[in-house]
């Protein structure tokens, strides 16, 4: 009999052992979120100019789009063509036609100024004396 006493006592012994010392919080911590003083800026925007802009200074903030919108005859082998873009600043997309015109959409991805130039002319590699040319300076801040 004495060691069915035994056993009980030992098991009882043994998991006293096992607790944790430390108290129990009366209570769980708050957990503090701290949001924005200020709401993130709204994409402005885009900025569109046709040929009726030309040498006109157009400003952009940094991600902002320029839409150069430019004339086109269906049935013409002559198209416009950007120039010398500075893809340090602007970033051309692919252009998108709309009727009788095309759209050149244009990112700006750096502060500076550039100047973006098309050439309206023949389908060669470079353009052979260009009919016209459009021009705009940009300003990205």
Do not use: H
Not at 17 to 43: K, N
Not at 62 to 71: A, I, K, N
Not at 86 to 115: F, K, M, N, S, Y
């Amino acid at each position: 009999m004495r060691k069915f006493l035994l056993v009980p006592l030992a098991v009882a012994g043994l998991l006293t052992g096992c607790g944790d010392d430390e108290p129990i919080p009366d209570s769980i911590g708050s957990t503090t979120l701290t949001l924005p003083s200020t709401a993130p800026a709204v994409a402005k925007p885009a900025v569109t100019v046709d040929q009726s802009a030309a040498g006109r200074t157009v400003t952009l903030d940094v991600g902002q789009e320029l839409r150069v919108r430019l004339p086109q005859a269906a049935d013409s082998d002559q198209e416009w063509e950007p120039v010398n873009l500075d893809e340090g600043i602007l970033v051309a997309e692919e252009p998108v036609a709309e009727g009788r015109t095309t759209v050149w959409p244009l990112r700006a991805v750096a502060e500076g100024t550039t100047t973006v130039e098309f050439t309206y002319g023949q389908l060669e590699e470079p353009p052979v004396r260009p009919e016209s040319t459009f021009l705009v300076t940009v300003e990205v801040s």
